[in-house]
Each structure stands twice: as structure tokens, then as C-alpha cells.
């Protein structure tokens, strides 16, 4: 559990500058850890606590949707407008731009200095706001041909072609805003200050609930407030980032040097990486074009089936890798191998410690999580089967999804682009075939299968493929982590399932109280058993977990 101090902290920024809050949490990720598994497992912390605070919002915003648009026509439309600048922000920015620029911005600080880097760091932005605006301008005029590429079996005509358009030209700006977001996250989490950008997905999720209520009432076609509300959040996104970035140094005056050295770097690495990082992403997109040629809602079943996968991947996963690239970057550029190792494979067992139990979790009380969470308006009961269905099979890949984002995250900290492009081609490939095969006979449970197969081939090939290049031998000690989790987590699954055979589902008519009640007691059931199974076998990552959750200021 989070420490007192955070609960009152996050309360007294909703009144306060928030800038304070956040001070206080970035110092003490900078400061309290000094070495590598320490650092990142107290940076992980302070992203992971960010992290959870916007997917639990995010969580929210996803019931607000539910009930309002159900998963019809009018959500779908807004599902596949809002997926195009989310697809394009996970490609240019937080999958390549932050990832690609990193470890050149890191190398600068450590061998030329801060001056340098802050340089580098402003040559790159004033390329990346005209690029970024070029890029917004082109999406809105093109709008149309991105819904038929996106969303072919929409056709090129009708009323739901037509809301698809609209929405997406009203959301595809968001993509400026949240490309400047990932910038400063790289140049922040390089100077090791992690809160501000963990911070800021908080404000998207505040400004699409905020629309929903206020202004979506208001028009003829209510999803188009939530769409304006994807943009007003993105600008309190960006705008959170600012007062950092000039406290740390960053001047916002443009400087054009196209042929500076770091740049060209910069953009050697990004240029693969937009491909190769955002393999989870282009999966998606396939998966929701060949969804569009489904049974109407499948396209919504799968996208909430995936934002309760990308919960714990969130929290956990994604705050694992965000602040273990800085480290391994540092370690990389001072050609400290044994420390660089040794974070790799610190990363990956706590990866493996939270995904696992988290996915046989969901597996088991995916139905009344599903119920609880989304069921009522104009989400009904079949809804519920459906995206339970998504869920289970998505979960069997959650494992593989996060471990990917690590070993990405270590390539590009060596500034390997090469290899995970190679690997995420396959990938791909594999899983359009996967999904040809599987979405005739499994509908768009196939396609959720199909993606956790290709995503499962694509970790193995990436943590050999490493082991080789590196020639390090770390595969058994994360091999045996790997397994300790795994049986404490089937040690949990099976106290689970017993519990549900013995204590039964309340009724819809119960009321949603009873129904939170008891699942929240089986997830402190299952999160009981699963520490305790963890203390038996012995788990390394059972101490170094307590470091994860951030702690207050001592007094």
C-alpha cells in the first residue's frame, strides 16, 4: 500500500501548484537510489504511482464511455478515430522518439555535459514542432483515406464512415501535443525526474471525462464533445512538461541545425525504431482492420478488453522499462557491462513477478471484473461475454507484452535499431497470418489470440538475440525468476477458481456493491496467496518489490 504521505500529497497538489507535489516525488527518485537496481526500482515506483493514478482515471473515462455510448455504432466510431493519433503517438513518439533519443541525450551528459545536452535537446525540438505540425495539418485534410486504410470495412460512405471522419479530424491533432509530451519525457527522465511525465496521461483521462459530462450534452452528437475533450487534455499534457523543462535548464528559443551530429543520430535510431518499438501498436492496427469486418461492437469488445490488459502493463511493465532505460543507457555509454546486466536482468524479474500473477488474475475473475467495471447503460450483458472473451485471450500474452518493452528498451539503450526491427517485422508478419486463420472460426477472440502468439515468438527471439549479441548469460537467472512466479501465480489462480465454484457471483440485481464486495475480496485473496506463495519458493523480487512503492518524506 502507498504510504499515508502520498495519499495527503496528491491531495494537497488538487489545491496547491501541483508543481510541489511533483518536486518532492522526482528529487526522491533522483536522489534515493544510486545504483542499479535501486534506481530503477525506486524510479519504477514513482512512474508506477503516476501511472496508476491515470489508469485508474483512465478506468473511469472507460465506464463513463460505456454507459453513455454502450459499444454500437457511435462507440466504434470514436474507438477507431481516437486509435489513429493513439497508434501514431505509440510510433513517433513515446515508441520512438523517447526510446531513440535517450540514449543519445544520455551519452551527451555523460561525456560533454549538461550545456551540450541541452543543446542537442533544443536542435531536436525546433525540428519536431515544424515536423509535428506538418504532420497534424496532414491528418485532418486527410482524414477520410486514414478511416478506409484504418477502418476498411466501414466503407467509404454512410453514417458511421462519416462520424469516424469527423472525429478523427477533430482528435488527430492530439498527436502534436503528445509528441511534444514524450520529448520532454526523454530529456526529463534523462536528468532522472520521472513524476512530471508520468503525470500528465492524468490530464487526458481528467479532460475526456470532463467533456463527456460538460459539453458532450450540449451538442446534437454527444461523442463529438469527447473527442474535443481528447484534445483539451493533451494541451494540459503538454503544458504540465514546461515549467520543468526551463527549471532543468531547456530554452524554447528554435534553433535550426539540421546537420548537428546528435540530431542525425538521434534520427538514425528513430527511423527504424518507428517500426520496430511499436510492433504491440501496429498489431492493433491490424487487429481492429480486420475487427472492422466482424459482428458490429467487436472492434469496442476488444478495445476494452485491451484497456484492462493495459492496466497492469501500464502501472507496471511500461513504468519498469521507462525508468530502467535511462539506467541502462548510463551503464551502456560508461561500457559497464556487469552493471548493465545486471539492471537488464533486475528489470525483467520484476516484469515477470507483477505480469504474471496479474494475467492468471484477470484470466479468473475476468467475467465479474468485466461486469463491475463496464455493465450498465448501454453496455449490456452479451457485452460482457464478448469482451471476456477478448480478455482471456489477450491475458495468455500480457507476460510477453511486457517483457518486450524491456528488452526494446535494452536495445535501444546500446543503440541496436537494427535487431528489433528485424524481430518486430516477423512479428508482424506472423500475426496477420495468425489473424487470417483465427478470426474466420474464433471471431475477434482470434484476433486477441493471434496478437498474445506473435508477441510471445517476438520476446523469445528478442532475449536470444540479446544473449548474442551481448554474450552475456543471464537467460537462467531470469529463466528461474520466471518460473518462481509462475508457479506462485498458479498457486493464486487455483485458490481463485475454488473460491468462485464455492462463492458464486451475485446477480445483476444484487446491485454493483455486492458485486465489488466480493471481487475485491478475491483479489485480496489472490494477492494473499500469491505472497505467500512467493515467500515459500524463495522469490528475489519479493524485498525488492517493497522499494517499488514510492515513500513519503521522512519527518
Same mark, same amino acid.
Given at each position: 500500500m ?13 489545491g496547491k ?7 518532492r516525488?522526482?528529487?526522491e527518485?533522483? *536522489? ?6 535501486g ?12 501511472? %496508476? ?12 464511455l ?11 466510431a470514436?474507438?477507431v478515430?481516437?486509435?489513429i ?22 551519452e551527451?551528459?555523460?561525456q560533454?555535459?549538461?550545456k ?11 525540428? %519536431? ?31 458511421k464512415?462519416?462520424l ?5 479530424? =477533430? ?11 514524450a520529448?520532454?519525457m526523454g ?17 487526458? *483521462?481528467?479532460g ?11 451538442? +446534437? ?21 514546461l ?16 546537420? *548537428? ?9 528513430m $527511423? ?43 502501472v ?5 522499462s ?5 539506467s541502462? +543507457?548510463?551503464?551502456?555509454?560508461? *561500457?559497464d ?50 469482451t ?53 472460426p474464433?471471431?475477434?477472440?482470434g484476433?486477441? %489470440? +493471434? ?52 462463492w458464486?457471483?451475485?446477480p ?29 519458493v524463495?522469490?528475489?523480487? $519479493?524485498?525488492? =518489490?517493497k ?9
Open positions: 502507498i504510504q499515508r504521505q502520498y495519499f495527503q500529497g496528491f491531495l494537497d497538489c488538487l501548484p501541483s508543481s510541489r507535489f511533483l518536486f516525488m522526482s528529487t527518485a533522483n *536522489n534515493k537510489g544510486k545504483g542499479g537496481e534506481e530503477v526500482t525506486r524510479a519504477a515506483g514513482v512512474v508506477g504511482f503516476f501511472t %496508476l493514478l491515470s489508469r485508474i482515471l483512465g478506468l473511469v473515462r472507460d465506464m463513463v460505456a454507459t453513455l455510448f454502450g459499444a454500437g455504432l457511435v462507440a466504434d470514436f474507438f478515430a481516437f486509435r493519433p493513439n497508434l501514431l503517438r505509440r510510433l513517433f513518439a513515446e515508441g520512438s522518439l523517447t526510446i531513440s533519443f535517450i540514449p543519445v541525450f544520455t551527451y551528459l555523460e560533454r555535459g549538461k551540450e545536452a541541452m543543446e542537442l535537446a533544443r536542435v531536436a525540438l525546433t525540428l %519536431l514542432t515544424m515536423v509535428l505540425t506538418v504532420v497534424a495539418v496532414a491528418g485532418v485534410v486527410f482524414a477520410p483515406w486514414i478511416v478506409r486504410i484504418q477502418a476498411w470495412g466501414f466503407g467509404s460512405a454512410g453514417t464512415y462519416e469516424t471522419v469527423l472525429l478523427t479530424r =477533430i482528435t488527430f491533432p492530439y498527436i502534436f501535443f503528445v509528441s511534444l509530451v520529448f520532454f530529456v526529463l527522465n534523462s536528468l532522472k525526474k520521472f513524476a512530471p511525465p508520468a503525470a500528465a496521461p492524468i490530464f487526458l *483521462n481528467v475526456i471525462i470532463g467533456a463527456a459530462y460538460l459539453i458532450s450534452p450540449h451538442l +446534437s452528437q454527444p461523442i463529438v464533445g469527447v473527442a474535443v475533450g481528447v484534445i483539451i487534455g493533451g494541451v494540459f499534457q503538454l503544458l504540465l512538461q515549467p520543468w523543462a526551463l527549471k532543468e535548464g531547456m530554452r524554447f528559443l528554435p534553433k535550426w541545425e539540421p546537420l *548537428n551530429p546528435g540530431l542525425k543520430r538521434i534520427g538514425l535510431l $527511423l527504424p525504431a518507428v517500426f520496430g518499438s511499436a510492433v504491440y501498436q501496429l498489431n492493433q492496427f491490424i487487429g481492429t482492420l480486420l475487427a472492422s469486418f466482424l459482428p458490429e461492437g467487436s472492434i469496442s469488445w476488444l478495445y476494452y478488453a485491451d484497456r484492462l490488459v493495459q492496466f497492469p502493463l501500464g507496471f511493465a511500461i513504468a519498469i521507462t525508468a530502467a532505460l535511462p541502462l +543507457s548510463t551503464y551502456a555509454a560508461r *561500457n557491462s556487469a552493471r548493465f546486466s545486471q539492471t537488464l536482468t533486475h528489470a525483467l524479474g520484476l516484469v515477470f513477478f507483477i505480469s504474471l500473477p496479474s494475467l492468471v488474475g484477470l484470466m479468473v475473475l475476468g467475467e465479474p471484473i468485466v461486469r463491475l467495471l463496464f455493465e450498465r447503460g448501454a453496455f449490456r450483458p452479451e457485452h460482457t461475454a464478448m471476456t472473451l477478448a480478455l482471456l485471450y489477450y491475458c495468455l500474452g500480457l507476460w510477453a507484452f511486457s517483457g518486450i518493452r524491456v528488452m526494446v528498451a535494452a536495445f535501444y539503450a546500446v543503440q541496436d535499431t537494427k535487431t528489433p526491427v528485424m524481430v518486430a517485422a516477423f512479428a508482424l508478419v506472423l500475426n496477420l497470418i495468425l489473424s487470417l486463420i483465427l478470426m474466420g474464433m471471431k475477434h477472440a484476433l486477441a %489470440l +493471434s496478437l498474445s502468439l506473435a508477441s510471445s515468438v517476438q520476446f523469445f527471439l528478442l532475449l536470444a538475440l540479446f544473449k548474442k549479441r551481448t554474450g552475456t548469460e543471464f537467460s537462467s537467472i531470469i529463466m528461474g525468476s520466471a518460473l518462481k512466479s509462475l508457479f506462485s501465480s498458479l498457486s493464486m489462480g487455483a485458490v481463485l477458481y475454488l473460491a468462485t465454484l464455492m458464486q457471483m451475485p445483476a440485481s444484487s446491485g454493483e456493491v455486492a458485486v465489488a464486495v466480493r471481487v475485491l475480496l478475491l483479489v485480496f485473496l489472490g494477492a494473499g496467496v500469491y505472497l505467500g506463495a512467493s515467500k515459500l524463495g522469490s528475489a523480487e $519479493l524485498n525488492s =518489490i522499494a517499488f512503492l514510492p515513500r513519503g518524506p521522512r519527518s
